[in-house]
T-cell receptor, first 115, second 110 residues
Framework: EPEVTQTPSHQVTQMGQEVILRCVPI?????FYWYRQILGQKVEFLVS????????KSEIFDDQFSVERPDGSNFTLKIRSTKLEDSAMYFC?????????????FGPGTRLTVT | LAKTTQPISMDSYEGQEVNITCSHN???????ITWYQQFPSQGPRFIIQ???TKVTNEVASLFIPADRKSSTLSLPRVSLSDTAVYYC???????????FGKGTKLSVKP
């Protein structure tokens, strides 16, 4: 069964450093998403991406965040200058086009720890 | 997107049927009702989606009354591995971003 993959599984970085989180969505999917989940809290939407541009973003997704699809398979989330409060699990998700389903396929997540 | 209300936690025993009810009084005409499951340190996983009446798949059933102001996720004969957080989401259209609430933490005991 196809699945969304994410790397690394755990990233530790110092405050102020840039991090890039990587995702490989399911190959025939065209819509891509990033969510985050701070420990013990709910899953929060960050950004959606379709046709090589951002479709929608939340207020969390400020100028410190950016997304990119550098090639035909990877989808990345960059945090330019990390803060302590960026520590969270970051989930990538994807879904196919042309469906009425709300079924998004989530990756296993990257645990980001900012020290 | 319509706001949802569901119990914070539920306890059950192996082999029992579990019903988790979600209220969504402000559901819009074009909104679907979707349920996700999340295990600790894993991404959410789609369980089931419905619009009205009853939907059943190999994992669960979803009951939606005629007024659609609530829905009930039914898990038949739960096992220890069904211990997870279950989220009820309401929204319209496809490809939209998902808005998660706090979910219901289900604990299944032996």
């Amino acid at each position: 069964e196809p699945e969304v993959t994410q790397t690394p599984s755990h990233q530790v970085t110092q405050m102020g450093q840039e991090v890039i989180l990587r995702c490989v969505p399911i190959s025939n999917h065209l819509y891509f998403y990033w969510y985050r989940q701070i420990l013990g809290q709910k899953v929060e939407f960050l950004v959606s991406f379709y046709n090589n541009e951002i479709s929608e973003k939340s207020e969390i997704f400020d100028d410190q965040f950016s997304v990119e699809r550098p090639d035909g398979s990877n989808f990345t989330l960059k945090i330019r200058s990390t803060k302590l409060e960026d520590s969270a699990m970051y989930f990538c998700a994807s879904t196919e086009a042309g469906t009425d389903s709300y079924e998004q396929y989530f990756g296993p997540g990257t645990r980001l720890t900012v020290t | 997107l319509a706001k949802t209300t569901q119990p914070i936690s539920m306890d059950s025993y192996e082999g029992q049927e579990v019903n988790i009810t979600c209220s969504h009084n402000n559901i819009a005409t074009n909104d679907y009702i979707t349920w996700y499951q999340q295990f600790p340190s894993q991404g959410p996983r789609f369980i089931i989606q419905g619009y009205k009446t009853k939907v059943t798949n190999e994992v669960a059933s979803l009951f939606i009354p005629a007024d659609r102001k609530s829905s009930t996720l039914s898990l038949p004969r739960v096992s220890l591995s069904d211990t997870a957080v279950y989220y009820c989401l309401v929204g319209g259209g496809s490809q939209g971003n998902l808005i998660f609430g706090k979910g219901t933490k289900l604990s299944v005991k032996p």
